[in-house]
């Protein structure tokens, strides 16, 4: 899978809970329903770099296209659990950390921690609590 460019309609398999408020850098814009990341300067981002943490799924599109750094306030969901695509996942994977690759994909490593692999729902898709702990004991 690749970063998309759109908004996006994940399936939700149970509500999405409490919501955080997230300050956009600039530049940036944010799709409905796609994976936000805070990178190192404080400011919520659509793209991913190892250094970046995930901070939950948009409730909406904001677009800072023209602002700057903070000029822009969205929200995420910081609980919940949602049916994402991914790359590199098993049935084997259900129970460990799942790991954001770019803004609509997870894979079973080498990403931002974003929750628990919850289920694994076939060719494609699997679904994650991004409520659960990010770390496995």
Do not use: W
């Not at 996942?89 to 490593?109: E, W």
Request: charged residues 15%; aromatic residues 8%.
């Amino acid at each position: 899978m690749a970063a998309v460019t759109a908004n996006q309609l994940l399936k939700v398999k149970s509500a999405p809970g409490s919501l955080r408020r997230i300050r956009l850098g600039a530049t940036e814009v944010i799709y409905e329903n796609t994976l936000v990341f805070i990178g190192t300067d404080g400011f919520a981002s659509a793209s991913f770099s190892s250094s970046f943490t995930f901070a939950g799924v948009a409730k909406a599109k904001y677009d800072n296209t023209d602002g700057s750094d903070g000029d822009l306030l969205g929200e995420v969901y910081t609980t919940g659990a949602f049916h994402v695509p991914y790359t590199g996942v098993a049935q084997t994977d259900v129970g460990t950390v799942a790991h954001a690759v770019d803004n609509f994909t997870i894979a079973a490593s080498a990403g931002a921690p974003a929750g628990v692999i919850t289920d694994f729902i076939g060719t494609g898709v699997c679904e994650i609590d991004i409520g659960a702990p990010r770390t496995l004991a």
